[in-house]
């Protein structure tokens, strides 16, 4: 699963990385911490507009979606996308065939359980860059009000070697893209086939990783913060590596 973010990242660092120019700039806020349940509008590289970056809000609303109240309900069931399932899932198949796109981040949070305890983890490229997800999209409109919302899901697949140390509850973690795949994957032209060859875990070895503080749990303070991604100490028994 994938549920927390850092996207601590400026306009001119999206822009240089993708080649595409970031819309309504004004609306963006970087910040070290955002959580899906928060419905945060996070920057994205999209298939059918690939020079451009807009911004969409976390949690997928279908196309097939009947009212705002039932989209209310649904986006909170979509955060995440399994890899595995994407084609036979009524919520993702529509965008798996034709709104594809990539969320840009600097690093990811994820929880490791040993015993009664959930240690936080920080997960970043072992050379600091961008990491891009694979993620889904798709613009749907409120009928009565003619709103149109703009949102995403992040896909997941199957845990490699470190990821299964640290997510050892679920296995999973996001799907990462290296810069041929993020070609492809916002190639709406290729056969699903084809594409569905991009979904599986990165290597280990591209990524690093560290425990951080119990800030990154503490809903009363502010997590928008560098010290939410310091590395933090925990006592040794607690580590499961």
Not at 35 to 46: D, E, K, T, V
Not at 89 to 97: H, I
Not at 113 to 121: A, C, N, Q, Y
Not at 194 to 210: T, V, W
């Amino acid at each position: 699963m994938c549920f927390t973010v850092n996207v601590n990242l400026v306009k001119e660092e999206l822009e240089n990385r993708y080649g595409a120019t970031l819309i309504d700039p004004d609306k963006y806020r970087p910040s070290y911490y955002y959580n899906a349940f928060g419905l945060p509008s996070l920057p994205a590289l999209c298939s059918g507009t690939p020079d451009t970056l807009r911004l969409l809000s976390w949690g997928l609303i279908p196309s097939w979606t009947r009212s705002l109240s039932e989209a209310n309900e649904i986006r909170f069931k979509t955060f995440n996308a399994r890899g595995e399932t994407l084609g036979q899932k009524p919520s993702f198949s529509g965008s798996f065939r034709s709104f594809r796109c990539i969320i840009p981040v600097k690093g990811f949070f994820e929880w490791q359980h040993s015993g009664k305890d959930k240690i936080p983890w920080y997960i970043y490229k072992a050379g600091e860059e961008i990491i891009s997800f694979a993620g889904l999209y798709n613009d749907w409109t409120e009928t009565s009000t003619g709103e149109i919302f703009s949102t995403f899901s992040i896909v997941t697949t199957d845990a490699n070697d470190l990821m299964a140390e640290i997510h050892n509850s679920g296995k999973r973690m996001p799907l990462i893209l290296d810069k041929t795949g993020e070609k492809e994957w916002l190639d709406i032209s290729l056969p699903l086939d084809e594409i569905s060859g991009l979904l599986r875990p990165c290597p280990s070895e591209i990524l690093k990783a560290h425990t951080v503080g119990p800030l990154v749990n503490s809903r009363s303070s502010d997590r928008n913060t560098p010290d939410v991604i310091k590395p933090f100490s925990y006592n040794a028994g607690n580590l499961l590596f």
